[in-house]
Structures are given as structure tokens and as C-alpha cells.
């Protein structure tokens, strides 16, 4: 079992940054491929970005490309997403989740990852 736990939500003003983290207990956790989803009032949950288990290898939603950056910290079982520029649509509860499968093409798929932690509001005003 994992466990997952974010961190670092907060009302920020739009074209400010902000930092989330997840932390992850419960399992080795350079076997973990993590990732970040986020889900919008009224929307479907939608991928964010996620970071393979070398931490080589990140994925990102094109919404996000280029303001978003995921990162891992093996030493301290944790995961940052360093979010720049924020827009009003950025606006959501932010999920961290986590798998110890075997690699897939489907990380940006949330039947792909087993754990999640309870969220994180992140509120951009505009």
C-alpha cells in the first residue's frame, strides 16, 4: 500500500507560481511512476503531468507544457510540481497519484495508476 499526501495549495493571484509537493510512503519509492491530475468543478478529471521512475522520462498536458515542471526527490520520497504563469483556468483541486506497474504508454491515463492522495485546492484569481 502507498500512501499519498499533497501539499502547497493556495489562492495565488493569475501570472503567479506556485509549488506543490506529494509525499509517498508505504513502498520503495523509486519503484513509484507518479503523476498529477487535476479536476475542475463541473469537469472531468484530466492529466496533468507525470514523471517515470528514473525520472528521465515527463509527460505533460499540452495545457500545461511550458509553465508546468514535475520533478522527483528519491531521497526525500517526493514529488514537486512547479506550477508558473498560472491562469484562471488552471483553477482546480489537485491530485497526486502513483503506480509501481511496468511502464505504460498510458501514464496520462488515470486507470493506469492504484494510488492517490486526497487532493489539494489550487485557486488562481484573475
Known amino acids: 500500500q502507498v500512501q499519498l499526501v499533497e501539499s502547497g495549495g493556495g489562492l495565488v493571484q493569475a501570472g503567479g507560481s506556485l509549488r506543490l509537493s506529494c509525499a509517498a510512503s508505504?513502498?520503495?519509492?523509486?519503484?513509484?511512476?507518479l503523476g498529477w491530475f487535476r479536476q475542475a468543478p463541473g469537469k472531468e478529471r484530466e492529466f496533468v503531468a507525470a514523471i517515470m521512475w528514473g525520472g528521465l522520462r515527463t509527460y505533460y498536458a499540452d495545457s500545461v507544457k511550458g509553465r508546468f515542471t514535475i520533478s522527483r526527490d528519491n531521497a526525500k520520497s517526493t514529488v514537486p510540481l512547479q506550477m508558473e504563469s498560472l491562469k484562471a483556468e488552471d483553477t482546480a483541486v489537485y491530485y497526486c497519484?502513483?503506480?509501481?506497474?511496468?511502464?505504460?504508454?498510458?501514464?496520462?491515463?488515470?486507470?493506469?495508476?492504484?494510488?492517490w492522495g486526497q487532493g489539494t485546492q489550487v485557486t488562481v484569481s484573475s
Open positions: 497519484a502513483a503506480t509501481a506497474r511496468a511502464y505504460s504508454t498510458n501514464w496520462d491515463q488515470g486507470a493506469w495508476y492504484d494510488y
Open positions: 508505504g513502498r520503495t519509492f523509486s519503484s513509484l511512476a
